[in-house]
């Protein structure tokens, strides 16, 4: 089992210092998320080659690795230009992914969640597209439910990976997301069973308690999703449950700590996870 730190709230570290400050952090793996200089969120990737390689120089010295590199694209969005341009920019990011001798991706299903229908055969015109790459590059693809994804509920996410009928695409839970995926990760993990891969860990509060007042957004029937990224214990997430469902699923994929809230004590919620996160390893496994 890997556990990784998603860089978000240190994204202004210059990339050739990041596996440094990771290291000093105590982290062994990145997972290589959006950031203006590399993977901009839904624009073509910055990065060069040289770049590339001198990248990988730093992590080699620092003793750090990849645990897997997360693009976000418009491949779901009902706009076809959009999605053609999304497809383009995933190939050069799969690209950059094996140069980085990476053999993990993750993502989100994308779309919109008013138009789901429309959005899930723009989702499967763009895999017929990358499912052939995947499958050439060896690269696996982790998918989450996302909120205000096409496909938020976690059971119906699972139910379509498994319909691409692919070893290349597998499921990732995100634990943030777990009140807008339907409250049920124990059900979910279940469900899912070794397409189970990859795991998004911070807490978040349940936006469904206190009779769905526990925020009140103007005006009343506004459709945003609101949730957090905080450190364990701060929300409602059970983390009993949540990894004593993953001990009994027998999950031994990447856990990322993917917290975005503390960008004023990053250092201190980075190491405050990945040791809240051994303990819980140590407890249930």
Same mark, same amino acid.
């Given at each position: 089992?890997?556990?990784?730190?998603?860089?978000?709230?240190?994204?202004?570290?210059?990339?050739? !210092?990041?596996? +440094?400050?990771?290291?000093?952090? /105590?982290? !062994?793996?990145?997972?290589?998320?959006?950031? %203006?200089?590399?993977?901009?969120?839904?624009?073509?990737?910055?990065?060069?080659?040289?770049?590339? +390689?001198?990248?990988? +120089?730093?992590?080699?010295?620092?003793?750090?690795?990849?645990?897997?590199?997360?693009?976000?694209?418009?491949?779901?969005?009902?706009? %076809?230009?959009? +999605?053609?341009?999304?497809?383009?920019?995933?190939?050069?990011?799969?690209?950059?992914?094996?140069?980085? *001798?990476?053999?993990?991706?993750?993502?989100?299903?994308? *779309?919109?969640?008013?138009?789901?229908?429309?959005?899930?055969?723009?989702?499967?015109?763009?895999?017929?597209?990358?499912?052939?790459?995947?499958?050439?590059? /060896?690269?696996?693809?982790?998918? !989450?439910?996302?909120?205000?994804?096409?496909? %938020?509920?976690?059971?119906?996410?699972?139910?379509?990976?498994?319909?691409?009928?692919?070893?290349?695409?597998?499921?990732?839970?995100?634990?943030?997301?777990?009140?807008?995926?339907?409250?049920?990760?124990?059900?979910?993990?279940?469900?899912? *069973?070794?397409?189970?891969?990859?795991?998004?860990?911070?807490?978040?509060?349940?936006?469904?308690?206190?009779? /769905?007042?526990?925020?009140?957004?103007?005006?009343?029937?506004?459709?945003?999703?609101?949730?957090?990224?905080?450190?364990? *214990?701060?929300?409602?997430?059970?983390?009993?449950?949540?990894?004593?469902?993953?001990?009994?699923?027998?999950?031994?994929? @990447?856990? @990322?700590?993917?917290?975005?809230?503390?960008?004023?004590?990053?250092? !201190?919620?980075?190491?405050?996870?990945?040791?809240?996160?051994?303990?819980?390893?140590?407890?249930?496994?």
């Amino acid at each position: 089992m890997k556990i990784a730190l998603d860089p978000t709230m240190f994204r202004f570290t210059p990339l050739l !210092e990041l596996p +440094r400050l990771v290291a000093e952090l /105590g982290y !062994e793996w990145i997972e290589l998320s959006p950031r %203006e200089d590399v993977l901009p969120f839904f624009r073509h990737p910055r990065i060069d080659d040289d770049l590339l +390689r001198r990248f990988r +120089r730093e992590l080699d010295a620092a003793g750090v690795g990849i645990a897997s590199v997360l693009p976000l694209y418009r491949w779901s969005g009902p706009d %076809e230009q959009e +999605r053609e341009a999304a497809v383009r920019y995933w190939k050069r990011a799969v690209e950059i992914t094996s140069l980085l *001798g990476v053999d993990q991706m993750v993502s989100e299903f994308n *779309g919109r969640p008013e138009d789901s229908s429309r959005s899930e055969g723009q989702f499967h015109r763009s895999m017929a597209e990358l499912l052939p790459i995947f499958e050439r590059e /060896g690269i696996t693809l982790n998918l !989450e439910p996302h909120p205000d994804d096409f496909v %938020e509920d976690g059971h119906v996410a699972v139910d379509m990976i498994r319909g691409l009928n692919s070893p290349n695409v597998k499921f990732l839970y995100c634990a943030p997301h777990t009140f807008h995926m339907g409250d049920d990760a124990p059900g979910i993990m279940r469900r899912a *069973g070794s397409l189970l891969n990859h795991v998004h860990l911070a807490d978040s509060f349940d936006h469904t308690a206190s009779s /769905g007042l526990r925020y009140i957004v103007n005006p009343p029937d506004s459709t945003a999703r609101v949730h957090q990224h905080l450190d364990i *214990g701060q929300g409602d997430v059970d983390w009993d449950e949540f990894f004593g469902s993953l001990a009994e699923i027998g999950f031994d994929g @990447t856990l @990322t700590v993917a917290v975005f809230a503390w960008e004023d004590r990053a250092r !201190e919620s980075s190491t405050f996870m990945l040791d809240t996160t051994t303990e819980y390893i140590r407890k249930h496994w």
